[in-house]
């Protein structure tokens, strides 16, 4: 069988249960996405799809990436920008810069390239059900930043450590926890503000 038609046959089984996805489903989801960005032409159309679809199956990702290292510089500069003021519009930033409307985006799209029900990616109720289960296996895995790398991201590295901040801290990690039944960020921080521990609800975005 191919990705396709495991793909289906999956749709098949979730539709013979009323339309019920079980937690377990979101695995299967992604490493069948991954199989199709994998035999894509171009996958650098899909680094988020292919960054969710690592750090899933992983306990940690500690060795660095484009797409973690800007997540962690985006994070640093939304820290920075509302440092002690606005701390909704900072959930609200961090939860755009984790990515996961991207990611709904990217599957809708190479979905839709496959010839594939895109039903998942384009109804929110659907969608919300898809992030819940993500962000449950996502739960205590953290990104954890690549502060003595000295390979080819040498230099992003030191310009993340160097952005202009209002205080000498750096984000050690970042990880989705689970807090009431609700999908929350937490980064911790390095520096003048060690052990420092920021949190914030997760947001689903509604499209």
Request: hydrophobic letters at 40%; a positive charge; proline letters at 3%.
């Amino acid at each position: 069988m191919t990705t396709k038609d495991h793909i289906k046959e999956w749709f098949s089984r979730v539709s013979e249960r009323g339309g019920y996805i079980e937690k377990q489903d979101i695995i299967f989801l992604m490493v069948q996405a991954r199989h199709l960005i994998e035999n894509h032409p171009d996958i650098s159309k899909y680094k988020t799809i292919e960054f969710y679809s690592d750090w899933i199956v992983h306990t940690k990702l500690d060795r660095p990436s484009d797409m973690r290292l800007a997540i962690f510089r985006d994070i640093t500069n939304a820290l920075s920008k509302y440092w002690k003021s606005d701390a909704r519009a900072l959930h609200g930033e961090i939860s755009k810069i984790i990515g996961l409307n991207s990611l709904r985006k990217e599957l809708a799209s190479l979905f839709q390239e496959n010839d594939l029900n895109m039903e998942l990616f384009s109804n929110h109720e659907n969608w919300k059900t898809i992030a819940g289960a993500l962000t449950y296996f996502l739960q205590n895995k953290p990104l954890v930043f690549p502060l003595e790398n000295k390979g080819k991201f040498k230099t992003s590295i030191k310009a993340i450590m160097t952005l202009e901040k209002p205080a000498d801290f750096w984000i050690k990690n970042l990880s989705i926890i689970g807090i009431n039944d609700r999908p929350h960020w937490c980064f911790e921080l390095g520096g003048e503000k060690n052990t420092t521990k920021i949190v914030g609800e997760l947001f689903i975005e509604k499209f």
